[in-house]
């Protein structure tokens, strides 16, 4: 039992350290704010956290942070979706965005606001 709350102690400290550390990379540019994405992956990875909204900030090839001088963002409105597109590598990520998750513990997805028919 010992082991279990040492574990998630551990993992908390873990994430507030990923935190500040995208917190550093945002402030700072070039190979500092890079390194700084690579100590907060290599961190998250060993501790086994899931970054979710945050893996949207840098380059998953290259882990350049994104920001307005070295990204391009465009909005696909025919794929309902977002296109980040890195200045540096030209790798391309995408988001999707006009589907709500569904609420009842399915894998479905409606779209927009639309009922589910069952």
Known sequence: MAYKREEEKFKVIAKER???????????????????????????????????????????QCLTFFSSENSRVRLNPDKKRTEILCLNCGHKRFYGYGMEKNTDGGDERTEGTKERMD
Do not use: D
């Not at 540019?29 to 945050?54: D, H, P, Q, T, W």
């Open 18 to 60: 990923v935190e500040i550390l995208f917190g550093l990379a945002k402030t700072v540019a070039g190979e500092s704010a890079k390194e700084y994405v690579k100590s907060a992956l290599r961190i998250a990875k060993f501790c086994n956290l899931r970054l979710g909204k945050k893996k949207a900030l840098f380059c998953g």
